[in-house]
């Protein structure tokens, strides 16, 4: 997607994801999400850095491109001054053109270091030995001397290295320096007076042109030389390398500028003039890439891992939302970008309006069984998203509706730069950190006010309170605790649970022996670094225990959808559960996915009754022809079937109604597309023995007033109920 055509980050549309976390006293309850059926958030056993936002140096305007060397950040792009962290615009201001350093262990800019750039810059990288900083991008002058469009300071003074006489006629975006190397891309067609098609090489010595002479097509935007390998990686927007196929990235021999095979742009591309493989980073072995697309010449918007031995594609990320850079460290790939949808790797849905995750980690490596599930890239291997959930809000300077667009990582920090004028909602213009645990205050706590908890009584002597999960920024699990009045010290009841922004399972913890009477009850959220939210209080009147001899009543051994609202009635008081031998075995409870292979019962018709086994009652209602929206992927906007069906609960066991399934076929058997846009609303929580739900399911047709015959499953039988 083009970057200059997305929207301001809207407010968070959350979608959970299907999971079950079992432990003590626990049910947690999955509602609808984008995730492969039966999936639940795994643990983010990869540790990243904090999601704290840390006192930096803000810019009055966007940065580029950042390096980090040592205890030192570069910073470059379009601005004229610096302020102190946390200060408006306006206050405390000091001059910097284009270009600045700070401390990333405190934040603070470096006053001695201050070189000018007449103009943007877009790249910012150091030599080997750390000594340079070498930048490029649209200047003509640094500090008031001539030097087009590349340029190399002193890292400790920021003074020009005038023995570095190197230049271009155009813009560069890309620096790798290696050895005695200066290697530069980006649009130009020539270096130091003489023919160069977009890329080039200097010696470091003197800025003297070097008879390396590849050639691209198209601008180039990156490159990296992975330590010790002969070879330089690059990537842009050019379809061709020295003449020869190469889409978006491509690999040159580092001494004669020869084409090496790089197998990974056969699967992965971005080229042309509305796509573009944006950024390249390594770790040594690995060559991390990010590209944007819009339009057919081009099939990635998020990030790729080759191998940077042999060029072979390790994995992609098939999430749609251009990225913008990429920056490895301790075994995490820290991404910018806009990521609106990350469900085929089981990350965040596409939702209505769009929500942008825009910063992100992954794994550098992808875990055993980790695919895409969907996609273009359905069923290649995919890196696991970490929980670092920052939120940079939009900026207004590019008028893109942006915010990060740089990222870069050294030692214990990972550094953002861009355009935002916050992050997680404190002042913090166009430059932030975040550091290693060790290091950062881990004051990111569990977020959203825990809901005051819905209070039940499955039977005399217990209590099951249930409420939404809450999310981290950078802690997955939480730990859930109930609370009874006076038990603060000891809860009750515990459990861990897995969530994310975009999958907040409902959890249930019971209290197994509450005394009988008036019971008032708290459930605290705590993260592993201590930070804790507590609910509100509620209260409920407890029947006595069952006297000696009396059956035991027995808590339902289910898993239950997101509880939004109740929406079913609770048991009859003094309803028991029928002993597990007089229960048909049911191969499915506990799976979140749905029932596949069972057995088929005889056709209902619309308007009768259809039963399954077990005793749940299905009725449709109605049905009525509508027009649907595009939500998201896979859906088309068109004519339409909404079908309100009718859930009796006749059994002895509480059903699971996110584990009801309804699906549709037309006239001509070909299944209808179900579709989440409105009229579509299904109905959640738990269907308690004797109660009643409905639901609207809608479908995309051929045609308006399209017939269809339903099937309906449920994860709490081995039916499947047919109605036509």
């Given at each position: ?600 019962r005889p056709f209902a018709p619309f308007g009768g009754e259809a039963r399954f086994s077990e005793g749940l009652v299905v009725e449709v209602t109605r049905t009525e022809p509508v027009w649907l929206a595009g939500r998201g ?92």
């Open positions: 997607m083009r970057h200059d055509e997305t929207r301001p980050l809207p407010s968070k549309v959350r979608r959970a994801r299907a999971a079950a976390v079992a432990a003590a006293a626990l049910l947690v309850q999955p509602a609808l999400s984008a995730a492969p059926a039966g999936a639940a958030l795994p643990p983010s056993t990869t540790p990243t850095v904090s999601a704290d936002v840390l006192p930096t140096v803000q810019v009055n305007g966007v940065v580029w491109a950042q390096t980090v060397v040592g205890n030192t950040v570069y910073a470059t792009g379009e601005f004229t001054s610096a302020r102190p962290a946390g200060a408006p615009a306006g206050t405390g201001e000091v001059p910097r053109r284009n270009i600045l350093a700070y401390d990333v262990r405190t934040g603070a800019l470096i006053p001695s270091w201050a070189p000018t750039l007449n103009a943007k810059g877009l790249v910012v990288t150091a030599s080997p030995d750390g000594r340079r900083i070498y930048v490029g991008g649209n200047f003509t002058e640094v500090s008031g001397t001539t030097h087009n469009r590349v340029v190399a300071l002193d890292a400790a003074t920021g003074a020009v290295v005038t023995s570095f006489r190197a230049g271009v006629n155009y813009r560069v975006r890309a620096i790798a320096a290696v050895g005695s190397t200066v290697y530069i891309g980006g649009a130009f067609a020539s270096a130091n007076n003489r023919a160069r098609a977009r890329l080039a090489a200097f010696r470091a010595s003197d800025g003297g042109l070097l008879d390396w002479a590849p050639s691209a097509d198209q601008e180039v935007f990156a490159m990296v030389a992975p330590a010790g390998g002969g070879k330089l990686v690059v990537g842009g927007r050019f379809a061709t390398l020295n003449g020869q196929q190469n889409r978006g990235t491509g690999a040159l021999d580092l001494t004669s500028g020869a084409t090496l095979p790089w197998p990974a742009n056969a699967t992965v591309y971005d080229y042309g003039p509305d796509a573009a493989v944006y950024s390249l980073s390594t770790d040594g072995t690995r060559v991390f890439g990010t590209g944007y697309k819009f339009g057919g010449t081009g099939n990635l918007e998020n990030a790729f891992a080759a191998d940077a031995a042999t060029g072979n594609l390790l994995w992609v990320n098939g999430c749609a939302g251009d990225t913008y850079s990429s920056s490895p460290l301790g075994g995490v790939l820290y991404t910018v970008g806009h990521a609106h949808n990350c469900s085929m790797i089981g990350g965040h849905p596409e939702t209505d309006p769009r929500t942008f995750q825009r910063a992100q980690a992954f794994t550098v490596s992808p875990p055993a069984g980790q695919r895409n599930s969907h996609g273009t890239f359905a069923g290649r291997p995919a890196a696991q998203i970490l929980q670092w959930l920052p939120d940079p809000a939009v900026g207004t300077y590019t008028g893109q509706n942006q915010a990060a667009w740089s990222v870069a990582a050294g030692g214990s920090y990972v550094v953002l730069g861009g355009e935002f004028p916050t992050v997680n909602g404190t002042r913090q213009q166009g430059l932030v950190r975040f550091a290693v645990r060790p290091v950062a205050p881990n004051d990111q706590g569990p977020r959203e006010a825990v809901a005051t908890p819905t209070l039940t009584s499955p039977g005399p002597g217990r209590v099951t309170a249930t409420v939404r999960a809450g999310w981290d920024r950078d802690d997955r699990t939480l730990r859930y605790e109930l609370l009874r009045a006076g038990t603060s010290a000891n809860p009750v009841a515990t459990a861990s649970v897995n969530s994310a922004w975009w999958d907040r399972p409902t959890v249930a913890l019971t209290d197994p022996a509450a005394p009988a009477g008036a019971q008032t009850y708290r459930v605290r959220v705590r993260d592993a670094w201590g930070n804790v939210v507590t609910s509100p209080a509620a209260t409920i009147a407890v029947a006595a225990a069952a006297a000696p001899g009396a059956p035991a009543v027995e808590a339902p051994a289910v898993e239950a959808p997101a509880l939004e609202a109740p929406v079913v009635a609770p048991p009859a008081p003094g309803a028991t559960r029928p002993p597990a031998a007089a229960r048909p075995h049911n191969p499915w409870r506990g799976r979140v996915s749905p029932v596949v292979g069972a057995s088929r992927p896979g859906e088309v906007a068109g004519p339409g079937v909404a079908v309100v069906v009718e859930l009796r609960n006749r059994s002895a066991d509480p059903v699971d109604l996110a584990g009801i399934t309804v699906n549709a076929a037309q006239r001509d058997g070909r299944p209808a597309d179900a579709s989440d846009a409105a009229p579509a609303s299904r109905p959640t929580g738990v269907l308690q023995p004797g109660a009643t739900a409905s639901g609207t399911w809608a479908f995309g047709v051929a045609r308006r007033g399209e017939a269809l015959s339903l099937e309906i499953t449920s994860v709490s039988s081995a039916d499947v109920v047919r109605i036509r």
